[in-house]
């Protein structure tokens, strides 16, 4: 499409799935991410059908890790490989001589002559995250030179310097650590001629999205750190950072052209907006919310913190409800986040106002596991999974109660993901929240061993269930005590998740329901690990509220009208 108007036209007809498409810097070319098709696909193609209208054929599978969210199941020949497209003859070539890896993250030298990208080389590429960046000259069928070598993830998204002679990248930690991994920034040169140069670390905080600046001396990215994501710049020469921006907030989304620097910014009450980054401070371009910000009552979020009993300070969030009075206890709702290699930030958090709205306090814990407070903190909870996080989330709830801002009686407890997961760990260690919600969660790792898509991290972290049984009944406490879990618990997932299968949901509904616990579940038809469809959307935060209501604050719910307009029966 021209810029300037007019319609638009399409630009490429490849055959396969087109994940990821990069502009050539004169424009006369596109790098193009290419899978190619199942031979599904392309037999339903020569006859002039469509997927799922041919008689289906049984999936043969003979990969290690043979499944994930979204993508389904991995077959041995399905590979992501990069493919250049002349834009004036249509012509569609292959960029490497690499045949049985995937290839991502590729980008254009300033200078149009390579290409750097993110590959596995290893013999086994499922058996291990050892990616490296790897450099290659942008002509049909050239060959890859390898330019990292350190055994785990090299890559992210990495930056070519304004002058083409150096690469950014981030070094994440090895494969028994991976899912808590802090990413650091690192430099190597383009041609080889220098080996990788780590500069952050002694910051002990991860970074990503890095950028060089116009003159090439200091390079720009996100840190990760306690409640914030901010940018930064980082001298090359000296590797000093320097925090750009001191304000709490969060940066969803930081990008480069022409010398100018903008990055997606949000508070706790202002939705991301784009600013542009200016000798080390935002300058904000765009008002596309602030209408309708204006016409919400939007309560406020602020820090608090915690000692937990073994002396660790936890920090979190907690946001009252909208128009709540001083003096006054407020039901409250601990929701839990996910990753657990993530952190509840100062960005806007549609959650916490929505159930501000509806009168509760929501409280959101940094529990050891969470990023943004350093290598050690993320790393203490391997293989010791609802340990450290479940003494750190009630040793918060202690506190907000000790400061009497909620009411002990009144109080639930939920999350997605590992927030999911924690949920079961947390209403087997207390019966003290009346009501609980678990979305995509589990009790018992050992019934999702090859179900879900975390097979490197058991196999690694935790060991082969043969080898180590006893540790995997331990982390499976939620399940295997079951007996213990006096709360009534919603659990909720979609059919599609092979992140975290609703497997583990249904085993844990069954056992409460089994103990005579009131538990439902909810399973969402053709939903993936993150929801995509709005009508589930919005279902999903009315039975929360129901869920709440009636467990927490006693209230019967009236019956209500789905999204499709029929009654939820309760």
Known sequence: MDRRGGEAHQLTDVKGHLSAYVWAPDAKKLLLSITPQSEEEAAAEKKGGEKGKETPKPIVLDRYHFKQDVEGYLKSNEHTQLFLWDVATKKLEKLTTDKNYDESNAVWSPDGTKIAYVSNHDPDPDRSINTDVWVVEAKPNSTPKRLTTWDGPDGGRIAWSPDSKWIAFTEGD??????????????????????????????DRTVSSPLFSPDGKSIELVVEDDRDEYPASVDIATGQVHRDVTDPGATAGMNQAAGHTAVVWSTNTQPGEIYALENGSLRRLTHHNDDEVASLKLAETRDVKAVEKDGTEVHGLLTMPAGWQQGTKAPLLLFIHGGPNGQDNHAF?????????????????????????????????????GDHEVADLLAMVDEVVKEGLVDPDKMGVGGWSYGGILTDYTIASTTRFKAASSGAGMGNPLGLYGIDEYILQYDNEVGPPWKNPEKYIQIGYPFFHADRIKTPTLFM??????????????????????????AELIVYPGQFHGFTRPSFIRDRYQRWFDWYDKWVLGKAPAPAATASGTEVKK
Not at 358 to 368: D, I, P, S, T
Not at 372 to 381: F, S
Not at 499 to 511: K, L, T
């Open 174 to 203: 090895p494969l028994k650590l991976w899912q808590y991994s802090e990413e650091k920034l690192g430099i190597v040169a383009a041609d080889g001629s220098a080996a990788p140069r780590i500069l952050t670390t002694t910051l």
């Open 349 to 385: 958090n549609p959650h916490r106002q929505l159930f501000a709205a509806h009168g509760y306090a929501e409280l959101n814990v940094n529990y050891r596991g969470s990023a943004g407070r350093g290598n050690a903190y993320q790393k203490i909870i391997a293989a010791d999974w």
């Open 493 to 518: 997932g979609g059919d599609k998740d092979f992140n975290v299968p609703v497997n583990g949901g249904e085993q844990m509904y069954e056992a409460l329901k089994s103990l005579n616990v009131p």
